[in-house]
Nanobody
Framework: QVQLVESGGGSVQPGGSLRLSCVAS????????LNWYRQAPGKQRELVAF???????NYVDSVKGRFTISRDNTKNTAYLEMNSLKPEDTAVYYC?????????WGQGTQVTVSS
């Protein structure tokens, strides 16, 4: 069982920045891939970025150059640094850990980008 808790969301103006955090329970964090997803109103949930146990990363095209995913295994925490935010980044952001046949999700954190 893995519990994930996101934080760091909020309301910002276009061009602003936020840093999301995802804290995981348990002792396996350093061995897993962690994903950040987002879901905007009326849209399907999409994968925004992931980071592997070896710290390989990948991003959806729409956030490349603006978002950075990282992890601190000593704190069981993953981060999503979001810069140059745009209104289309408005969504609920979720962290996700696939583990064997199960997938674990956090409760989500709201990000709103609006002037």
């Amino acid at each position: 069982q893995v519990q994930l808790v996101e934080s760091g969301g909020g309301s910002v103006q276009p061009g602003g920045s936020l840093r999301l955090s995802c804290v995981a329970s348990g002792t396996i964090f350093r061995f897993v891939t962690l994903n950040w997803y987002r879901q905007a109103p009326g849209k399907q949930r999409e994968l925004v970025a992931f980071i592997t146990r070896d710290r390989d990363t990948n991003y959806v095209d729409s956030v490349k150059g603006r978002f950075t995913i990282s992890r601190d295994n000593t704190k069981n925490t993953a981060y999503l640094e979001m810069n140059s935010l745009k209104p289309e980044d408005t969504a609920v952001y979720y962290c996700n850990v696939p583990l064997g046949s199960k997938t674990y999700w956090g409760q989500g954190t709201q990000v709103t980008v609006s002037s």
